[in-house]
């Protein structure tokens, strides 16, 4: 059995997520996971206004009351002319993983979910992001940014876009069971470790 974990590194929901996800691994150190990044807002060329950012502002004090994780409200607030495009960080995870396989993809995930959410840093410039992956994986910035740039992510970008499209998910996150006889659906959405323990419950204690 293996676990799938759609989500995108710049949706607030996978923020809160990412502490979840971390417990419930710490619980079944015997199942696999695989990360299939989403795209929530991949290929957004709209500049993020006032209203815009005052509309997640509100998602994300929602997923602070619910994760307990700090979000770093001014830094959103102060960034000019950004775009939300959320392809380049999905495509950073991608390239994590192509460089390094067996790597926690789940901790390279969260630390680029740290940069942006806490640190404030900008996660749709190619260099901030390669600086991200680079130190998770101990590389040189400049060999993860050839990787990150590579034609190669770009199109297993999109078919991480298209898998996740194929497994019928259309919000993150989401957590799904590989049983091995078929797919099924763990948590449609944010939910506590404890949640997603009872519910693989069902299927690992079968």
């Known amino acids: 059995m293996k676990l799938l974990y759609v989500g995108d590194p710049m949706c607030s929901w996978c923020y809160g997520f990412g502490k979840e996800m971390t417990a419930l691994m710490a619980m079944h150190p015997e199942l696999d996971l695989d990360i299939i990044v989403g795209g929530v807002r991949a290929g957004a060329t709209d500049v993020l206004d006032q209203a815009g950012k005052e509309f997640r502002l509100g998602h994300w004090a929602r997923v602070e009351a619910q994760s307990g994780l700090p979000f770093n409200r001014e830094a959103l607030l102060a960034r000019q002319n950004f775009v939300y495009n959320t392809e380049p960080v999905c495509r950073a995870v991608v390239a994590a993983r192509k460089l390094a396989p067996q790597t926690d993809l789940l901790a390279v995930f969260r630390a680029l979910q740290q940069a942006f959410y806490v640190d404030g840093r900008d996660t749709t410039d190619g260099?901030?992001?390669?600086?991200?992956?680079?130190?998770?994986?101990?590389?040189?910035?400049?060999?993860?940014?050839?990787?990150?740039?590579?034609?190669?992510?770009?199109?297993?970008?999109?078919?991480?876009?298209?898998?996740?499209?194929?497994?019928?998910?259309?919000?993150?996150?989401?957590?799904?069971?590989?049983?091995?006889?078929?797919?099924?659906?763990?948590?449609?959405g944010y939910a506590h470790a404890a949640q997603l323990q009872q519910a693989l419950a069902r299927y690992t204690l079968a």
């Open 127 to 188: 260099r901030v992001l390669a600086e991200v992956v680079a130190e998770q994986l101990q590389l040189d910035v400049e060999v993860v940014l050839r990787v990150w740039e590579d034609h190669d992510t770009i199109m297993q970008t999109k078919a991480d876009f298209a898998r996740a499209r194929a497994l019928g998910v259309r919000s993150f996150p989401a957590l799904l069971l590989d049983t091995g006889k078929g797919i099924v659906e763990i948590s449609g």
